[in-house]
C-alpha cells in the first residue's frame, strides 16, 4: 500500500472482504492473485461460461435417457436438422377441460393446457420455432435455461415481441442438466395466467438411474361461475388448482411397479402461491431444484416439498409399498380446491384388489371405504370386488339397474367398482 493514500488500505481491505464473502457464498475462495477454483456443480453451466461447451450429436431416448411420462399431457415432438433438434410451438387460444363439466377458453401452446413438455439432452444443440396465433403479441422465456442474452425472450428487453401471424426462432446449446420451465414473457400477468406456460427437461449425457420420470405443472386460476375465460386480474381468491392443468380426480395416476425408483418433477408457474406438496406413506428425497442438482451428502429425508412460485423441485424414492397413496398441496384451502393426484405403486405378484374380497361383499352389507370425504356416503356391494380405480376412468360401474352407488371420494383417489 502507499502512504501517500492513506485510505487505500481501508478501501482494499473492503473490498478483498466483500469479494471473499461473495466467493464464499458461490462455493469457491478468491485470493489475492487469482482464485481457487470451486467443484463444478452438477448441472450447471461449464467452467469458462456459456461457450465453454460445444455441441454434441443429438441425445436419443432410451440410449442416452430415460424418457420423461406426462400425466394429462404430452411431449412437443422433434426433428433432427443438421444435426440441431427442431421444435416448433404454436401459441393460440385451447378450449380446455379441467375436470367432466368444467371448460374454459384458455391461452396455451399446440392446443393444449399447458404446453406440452420439452425434452432433450445435455449438449443438444435446439432450435424452436414459435408462431404466434393469438390476438396479441407473445414471446417465450425459457425459466432457468442458461442460454445467450439475445435467446432470453423478454419482449422490449432482448427481442422485439412477436405479433400476432408471426414466426420467431430461437436457437441454443444446451449447456446444463435439470429440470426447467418456459412461459410467456409479455403481458405476463394475462399470459400466464391463462395458461400460456410449460416443462423443459434437459438429461444428463448419461442413462438415468431411475425407472419412472414423471413431470408436474402446478398451477391457479380464477373461473367464476358461468365465465367463458380464466380471469387473469386475480390476485388472492384462486378457486380451480390444478396438476398439469387438470382438477382431482381428473388428475391420471402416476403409476409404478413395486421396486421401480420414482422421480417426479414438479414445477410451479401459478400467479401467486406456493405449494407444499405433501406424498403419503413415503419419505423422498429433494435431489434437484431448478438451479441444478443438489450434492447428495446435502439431501435431507422429506415427506413435503415447497415448491415456491417460479421454481421447479425434483423428488425421488423407491416405490416399495404397493397402494394409491395421496399426494397434495397441503395448504388447505389449496386441498380443498382439489390440487391433488395419486401415486400408484402395483404389486404385480398379488391380487390387484385394494378394497373387500369378493367373499367379504355380502348382499346388504355398507362398508365405509374413507377415512375422510366430501361425503358420508357408502357403497353398498352384493357379491362385488371393490378394485383401485382403472387410469382415466372416472365413473361408478354398476353391475345391475336397481343396485345403488353414490360417488364416495377419500381425498385424491377414488375406487372403481367390477364384477367378481
Known amino acids: 500500500m502507499s502512504n501517500n493514500h492513506p485510505n487505500d488500505k481501508e478501501a482494499f481491505s473492503r473490498r478483498e472482504l466483500i469479494t471473499v464473502a461473495g466467493a464464499l457464498a458461490g462455493g469457491a475462495l478468491l485470493v489475492r492473485g487469482g482464485p481457487v ?52 410451438l404454436i401459441a393460440e387460444e385451447v378450449d380446455h377441460e379441467f375436470a367432466p363439466g368444467l371448460r374454459a377458453r384458455c391461452w396455451g401452446y399446440n392446443g393444449q393446457v399447458h404446453g406440452p413438455v420439452i425434452e432433450a439432452v445435455e449438449f443438444d444443440r435446439v432450435r424452436i420455432y414459435v408462431s404466434n396465433r393469438l390476438p396479441a403479441a407473445t414471446t417465450v422465456h425459457w425459466h432457468g435455461v442458461l442460454i445467450p442474452n439475445g435467446m432470453d425472450g423478454v419482449g422490449g428487453l432482448n427481442q422485439k415481441a412477436i405479433d400476432p401471424g408471426e414466426t420467431f426462432k430461437y436457437e441454443f446449446t444446451l449447456h446444463q442438466s435439470g429440470t426447467c420451465m418456459y412461459h410467456a414473457h409479455h403481458d405476463e400477468m394475462t399470459q400466464i395466467g391463462l395458461g400460456m406456460t410449460g416443462m423443459f427437461v434437459i438429461h444428463p449425457r448419461r442413462r438415468s ?69 405433501h406424498l403419503h406413506e413415503y419419505q423422498f428425497r429433494v435431489t434437484e431444484t431448478d438451479g441444478g442438482q443438489i450434492a447428495e451428502a446435502a439431501q ?64 346388504h352389507r355398507t362398508f365405509p371405504i374413507g377415512l375422510s370425504a366430501l361425503c358420508r356416503d357408502r357403497f353398498r356391494l352384493s357379491g362385488l370386488s371393490l378394485h383401485s380405480r382403472r387410469p382415466g376412468a372416472n365413473q361408478v360401474l354398476l353391475p345391475e339397474e336397481n343396485e345403488w352407488c353414490r360417488v364416495y371420494h377419500r381425498y385424491h383417489f377414488s375406487f372403481f367398482l367390477l364384477r367378481s
Open 300 to 363: 435431507m429425508p422429506e415427506t413435503t416439498v415447497l415448491v415456491p412460485v417460479g421454481s421447479t423441485r425434483t423428488i425421488e424414492f423407491t416405490a416399495d409399498e404397493p397402494g394409491d397413496w395421496a399426494m397434495h398441496c397441503h395448504m388447505t384451502h389449496h386441498v380443498m380446491n382439489r390440487l391433488s393426484g395419486t401415486v400408484r405403486v402395483l404389486d404385480c405378484a398379488a391380487s390387484r384388489d385394494v378394497g373387500f374380497a369378493a367373499d367379504e361383499a355380502t348382499s
Open 37 to 88: 477454483a470451486a467443484a463444478h456443480l452438477a448441472g450447471s453451466a461449464p467452467p469458462g461460461g456459456r461457450g465453454g461447451a460445444r455441441a454434441m450429436s443429438p441425445g436419443i431416448a432410451d440410449r442416452d435417457y430415460q424418457p420423461v411420462l406426462v400425466p394429462n399431457g404430452t411431449k412437443l415432438p422433434w426433428k433432427i436438422v443438421d444435426g440441431v433438434k427442431v421444435f416448433h
Open 209 to 277: 438411474r431411475v425407472d419412472r420420470d414423471f413431470v408436474l405443472m402446478l398451477h391457479e386460476w380464477r373461473i367464476d361461475a358461468g365465465a367463458k375465460r380464466p380471469d387473469p386480474n386475480e390476485m388472492m381468491d384462486f378457486n380451480v388448482l390444478t396438476m398439469n392443468a387438470k382438477v382431482f380426480p381428473a388428475t391420471e395416476p402416476l403409476v409404478a411397479k413395486r421396486g421401480d425408483r420414482v422421480r417426479i418433477r414438479i414445477g410451479n408457474l401459478s400467479p401467486m402461491d406456493h405449494h407444499p406438496i
